[in-house]
């Protein structure tokens, strides 16, 4: 006596409405791949939620399209020891600013004085901003600010003065 024993064949078609499933499945998949590829290829993919959230018309230059060194004259060196900095204004808008101080070239001492006051200089940035709100640093204007860090900074330092601050970055996001 012969036994004949019935299997389900597991490479049986899939049904019509399980077809259109997985097709739109692979679809998505498909595209948000290509789209991530596209992204990264055009190094555009980390600069996505920063270019919506500027909310200042000078931030929207990138640290190759503004150099500080086009705009500082001869004669001069730029520190740039301070770095990106976070901030929060008066009104909890959040402030990120990337400065750097011009100074008389070859003057190795007060490189050296601006290198050891780094975290006083940092401190003056965040408490200038601390004490404005949003509204405030937009109608003083970008060259304010400059000005008044410029000054704020120039009074805790005793061998030489900064010239000018630079901005390689400044954004106010909401």
């Known amino acids: 006596m012969k036994r004949h024993f019935q299997t389900k064949n597991i490479f049986s078609p899939l049904s019509y409405g399980n077809t259109i499933l997985l097709s739109v499945l692979i679809f998505i998949l498909l595209i948000i791949t290509l789209t991530t590829i596209f992204y990264f290829a055009n190094g555009e993919?980390?600069?996505?939620?920063?270019?919506?959230?500027?909310?200042?018309?000078?931030?929207?230059?990138?640290?190759?399209?503004?150099?500080?060194?086009?705009?500082?004259?001869?004669?001069?060196?730029l520190f740039s020891g301070i770095s990106r900095l976070r901030a929060v204004t008066k009104d909890g808008v959040s402030v990120v600013v990337f400065p750097w101080l011009s100074y008389t070239k070859d003057d190795s001492l007060f490189y050296e004085e601006l290198s050891q006051k780094t975290q006083e200089l940092k401190d003056i940035v965040s408490d200038y901003f601390s004490e404005n709100t949003?509204?405030?640093?937009?109608?003083?204007?970008?060259?304010?600010?400059?000005?008044?860090l410029c000054d704020r900074m120039n009074q805790t330092l005793s061998l030489n003065k900064i010239k000018t601050v630079f901005f390689s970055e400044y954004i106010l996001l909401d």
């Open 45 to 77: 993919f980390g600069n996505f939620a920063r270019k919506n959230a500027i909310t200042h018309n000078e931030s929207t230059k990138t640290k190759e399209d503004f150099s500080p060194s086009h705009f500082y004259e001869e004669g001069y060196s």
């Open 134 to 148: 949003k509204t405030e640093l937009l109608a003083a204007g970008e060259n304010e600010i400059k000005q008044a």
